[in-house]
């Protein structure tokens, strides 16, 4: 049977050091406790990423009862489909059934040449966001926006659309200049009060022109 236990040679002024295989039975805060050693409790070396669990076969380096020991690496995880990787300063990625979690407080992605993204689905949830791009190019076969309240502020605007319908309860426009339509046919229907205010008006018709009205006033 192989010793799972390694004695490490120290100065006769040093206490005895030695590489032990243990088993996690507990844990209070930052402390472990092991399975072999209950008395003992040890910490995780930083070299150590992968967070411990209750469990787990882990390597441990005891540096004796005075000393604080320390587990330098996880050797049989209890929980394979279960593991927590622990970065210094705070950053821990967490994998769960093939699902993995990423918690920091501030997270930051550079490329310096590209940055990809591939997936069936991508969900987005922020409180605000903010999107810097030189130039957009999106390819979509629909889209669907809910917006309480929109602005938009664009220099210049050229759209192609096959056909497009809206329904709006209020419209108000405002153009400072120029406002030209041109269309192969222009139908208003309006229920209520339709009218014009302008300091001139210009109506020409290479056809027919009527006016149906139950009254109607010129002049």
């Known amino acids: 049977m192989i010793a799972n236990t390694l004695q490490i040679k120290t100065s006769s002024e040093m206490p005895a050091s030695a590489l ?26 930083a070299s150590c990423l992968i967070e411990p669990q ?20 996880v050797l049989v995880s209890s ?4 593991s927590k990787i622990c970065l210094p300063g705070g950053a821990l990625l967490e994998t769960k059934d093939q699902q993995l979690t990423i918690s920091a407080e501030n997270i930051s992605i550079n490329g310096n040449a590209s940055v990809s993204l591939n997936a069936t689905l991508i ?47 209020n419209s108000l426009r405002k153009v400072d200049e120029l406002d030209e339509t ?32 139950k009254k109607i006033d010129l002049g």
């Open 79 to 82: 929980k394979e489909a279960t």
């Open 54 to 73: 209750l469990g787990d076969s882990v390597l441990i380096f005891d540096a004796g009862l005075e000393n604080v020991s320390f587990i330098t690496a």
């Open 123 to 169: 969900d987005v949830n922020a409180m605000a966001a903010t999107v810097k791009v030189s130039h957009w190019q999106s390819w979509s076969e629909s889209i669907e926006s809910h917006a309480v309240r929109a602005t938009f502020a664009i220099k210049t605007l050229t759209s192609h659309v096959n056909q497009a319908i809206s329904r709006v309860r």
């Open 20 to 45: 032990r295989i243990a088993t996690v039975t507990g844990r209070a805060d930052d402390w472990f406790f092991i399975q072999e050693l209950n008395t003992i409790r040890l910490k995780r070396a």
């Open 182 to 213: 041109q269309a192969g046919r222009v139908r208003v229907s309006v229920e209520g009060h339709h009218q014009i205010n302008a300091e001139h008006v210009t109506t020409q018709a290479r056809g027919f022109v009527r006016i149906d009205g």
